[in-house]
């Protein structure tokens, strides 16, 4: 069975910094195939992609977190980060891990971060 873990998520305020973390297990033999990616949820908001980054690192960025966010993935420990720094209260939101290979897609519970001072 595959899950997908978040953690990291919490209150923080405008300017500060937080880090995701989010675990796959059930994929650990072929996790370096995936693609992950981080999505954010506001409340009565549609999901919006935030960063993917592919199996071999190569990482892209939503314009609006481009030079604050930093995505990365540990392969061998099946798992993958966001780093978020300048937070502004409109990153809020709960933050879902995704990972997708062709026809695979797979979603974690997500993990909420509130930026409000």
């Known amino acids: 069975q595959v899950q997908l873990v978040e953690s990291g998520g919490g209150l923080v305020q405008p300017g500060g910094s937080l880090r995701l973390s989010c675990t796959a297990s059930?994929?650990?033999?072929?996790?370096?195939?995936?693609?992950m990616n981080w999505y954010r949820q506001p409340v009565g908001q549609p999901r919006e992609v935030v960063a993917e980054?592919?199996?071999?690192?190569?990482?892209t960025y939503t314009d609006s977190v481009k030079g604050r966010f930093a995505i990365s993935r540990d392969n061998a420990k099946g798992t993958v980060y966001l780093q978020m720094s300048s937070l502004k209260p409109e990153d809020t939101g709960v933050y879902y891990c995704?990972?997708?290979?062709?026809?695979?897609?797979?979603w974690g519970k997500g993990t909420l971060v509130t930026v409000s001072s």
């Open positions: 995704n990972a997708k290979y062709f026809t695979l897609d797979y």
């Open positions: 980054i592919t199996g071999d690192g190569s990482p």
């Open positions: 059930g994929i650990s033999a072929s996790f370096r195939l995936y693609a």
